[in-house]
């Protein structure tokens, strides 16, 4: 039996354009729907604070790509001139929405099974795969999902996407001594995730020389139920769902 979504899906659906609305008919399983229209809407909710508009009046579309100049680069706000820059990222489990002042790179994973890792390790940066081995194997999914995350949001932030090859560059935990260093010219930090710490990661990266506030991140838990009616965002620490990241 499936069941509806927590919120009115019409309203929230009002608030997207035609493209959003036809993405998110194209999922099968009801729990995806929801989840892609529950990080889009917070996402125009939050540019629409940003911009002084309408969360309709949100005018999205795509930067060339970084790789080949055509129409599938980073999302951008479109007739905005240099900004904000933004992010999103959602899995079951976590959504997440940044934006700067900065281009930036924000990713959010489930922790996934150790096939899938073993699967995976032979497509990482070679000293990744060292290290990899040096981790026990019942915590292995979970540094590997932290890995990963950071992988996504540095290319997400670079403008590649996955189309950059995942032995390219070293993004792990930096030790031993004399590992390589992370790609220069970015900073990548893991992100906390709640109450899904032991379940998920998350990841930002932003251009390296980006100020950075005392409380390195600003983030705001959001209720799923609130993002959903359009009304407002409120922290709702009883119903951890959708965090946004304020850089």
Known sequence: MRRPPPWDEALSLSLLDADERRRARSFRRPADRSRYVATHVALRLLLA???????????????????????????????????????????????????????????????????????????????????????????????????????????????????????????????????????????VRNLPCGPAHTTHAAALAVPEGTPVPAAPYELNWVSRTDVGTADRLRADDRRVDIPTVRH
């Open 49 to 187: 604070e940003h911009l002084g508009c309408h969360p309709v009046d949100v005018l999205l579309g795509r930067a060339p790509c970084a790789r080949c100049g055509g129409p599938h680069g980073r999302p951008v706000l479109l007739g905005s001139g240099a900004g904000p820059h933004f992010s999103l990222s959602h899995c079951p489990g976590l959504s997440l929405v940044a934006i700067g002042a900065v281009p930036l790179g924000v990713d959010a994973e489930r922790t996934p099974g150790r096939r899938t890792v073993e699967s995976c390790l032979e497509r990482l940066h070679p000293q990744e795969r060292r290290e990899a081995t040096a981790v026990p194997e019942r915590v292995r999914p979970l540094w590997f999902c932290r890995l990963w995350a950071r992988k996504e949001a540095y290319l997400k932030g670079l403008g590649t996407g996955l189309a950059r090859a995942l032995d390219r560059d070293y993004l792990g935990d930096g030790e031993p001594l004399g590992s390589p260093r992370r790609p220069p010219g970015w900073t």
